[in-house]
């Protein structure tokens, strides 16, 4: 089983729907959760951060953390075209100091939004 | 804030030359930086990863006097492929992390660079 699994899609839906975006992991000492959007030919850059479980919301985006499952969830309110790119899970342990900072990711999901 | 450049932005070189490619953390100071390598369509394979003053940390299967990292300030980490053939062929990308200044674990990311060997 791989540390973190995510769906690779694609996900296609039409603008204005409501995208759902989940990534489950094995490893119980996984603490901080990020989700980073990914346009093609570019670097990710970084959307949702979290610390520990529960719920964080900015703008049109949710992430949401339930450690007790395992799981990690990005939801993305009111779709536009411009969210079209891949979306990568990623988590790490902490801990201070280099490696202790080390990113896991998931494969990533190529999300469209149709106009 | 939290912006990482690379430089080049795009390389392309002879088989059996030497390339640098510079990561800079432009408005923070990076403790710790990363080196990526990913493929199409697929997700980003760890590298090293690179403290400042010290040597880098490699990830199993790969060869640290292939990919030479030097991080010799807390703003600069170069990564400099050695003798580089078609196979290493890619999208390299750094990220950079601000330690107790910022969020920890949190990790912004350069723009990437595609490098093509001929």
């Known amino acids: 089983q791989k540390e973190v699994e995510q769906d690779p899609g694609p996900l296609s839906v039409p603008e204005g729907a409501i995208v759902s975006l989940n990534c489950t992991y094995s490893?119980?000492?996984?603490?901080?959760f990020m989700w980073y959007r990914q346009y093609s030919r570019k670097g990710p850059e970084l959307l949702m951060y979290?610390?520990?479980?529960g719920n964080k919301e900015d703008g049109r985006f949710t992430a949401q953390v339930d450690k007790s499952s395992k799981y990690i969830s990005l939801f993305i309110r009111d779709s536009q075209p411009s969210d079209s790119a891949t979306y990568l899970c990623?988590?790490?342990?902490?801990?201070?100091?280099?490696?202790?900072?080390?990113?896991?990711f998931g494969k990533g999901t190529l999300l469209t939004v149709n106009p | 804030g939290a912006v990482v450049s690379q430089h080049p932005s795009r390389v392309i070189c002879k088989s059996g030359t030497s390339v640098k490619i510079e990561c800079r953390s432009l408005d923070f100071q990076a403790t710790t930086m990363f080196w990526y390598r990913q493929f199409p369509k697929k997700s980003l394979m760890l590298m090293a990863t690179s403290n400042e003053g010290s040597k880098a940390t490699y990830e199993q299967g790969v060869e640290k006097d292939k990919f030479l990292i030097n991080h010799a300030s807390l703003t600069l980490s170069t990564l400099t492929v050695t003798s580089a053939h078609p196979e290493d062929s890619s999208f390299y990308i750094c990220?950079?992390?601000?330690?107790?200044?910022?969020?920890?674990?949190?990790?912004?990311f350069g723009p990437g660079t595609r490098l093509t060997v001929l």
């Open positions: 990220s950079a992390n601000r330690g107790l200044a910022g969020p920890a674990n949190e990790q912004f």
């Open positions: 490893n119980s000492a996984f603490q901080y």
């Open positions: 979290t610390y520990s479980s």
């Open positions: 990623a988590m790490s342990k902490g801990g201070s100091g280099g490696s202790n900072y080390k990113l896991t």
